[in-house]
């Protein structure tokens, strides 16, 4: 069971989507930026973020499994795409993921490049896990 906590900063507007404060006590886990390879190195999705959104995220939650953790001790996203056009698919597939009523603080940030042409997004995770 989690025993994270997201309090709510008084004014602040509620995020969309992402707390901004998730605190809890525990082993800190930081997983890489996670980018739609599957585990030969191939691209999945060549041009369609959601098909790598999916991948990545499948990805993240395969990190926090080897880490002894889940989705459910996720504090801290950070998302990055080559165009913020891709955050409806991304957070679709989040969502699959991530508990919606008290999902983990989250930034986003459109950069000019990731490391090959064809990956249109990379998300790196940060959980706390109970001892």
């Not at 906590?5 to 707390?19: E, L, M």
């Not at 525990?26 to 691209?43: C, F, H, M, S, Y």
């Not at 969502?95 to 042409?117: C, G, I």
Request: glycine residues 8%; proline residues 7%.
């Amino acid at each position: 069971m989690s025993q994270l906590s997201h309090p709510k900063p008084d004014g602040v507007a509620p995020g969309n989507g992402y707390s901004h404060v998730v605190t809890g006590p525990g082993r800190w886990v930081a997983i890489a930026g996670q980018v739609a390879l599957d585990a030969n190195g191939d691209l999945v999705g060549p041009g369609d973020a959601e098909a790598q959104a999916r991948q990545v995220f499948a990805n993240l939650d395969a990190c926090l499994k080897a880490a002894g953790a889940t989705f459910t001790q996720v504090v801290k996203l950070g998302i990055y795409v080559t165009d913020l056009a891709v955050l409806p698919a991304i957070r679709k597939a989040r969502d699959e993921y991530v508990d919606t009523a008290n999902p983990p603080a989250s930034t986003a940030v459109q950069v000019v490049a990731l490391f090959r042409p064809d990956v249109l997004l990379e998300i790196e995770a940060f959980a706390i896990v109970a001892d």
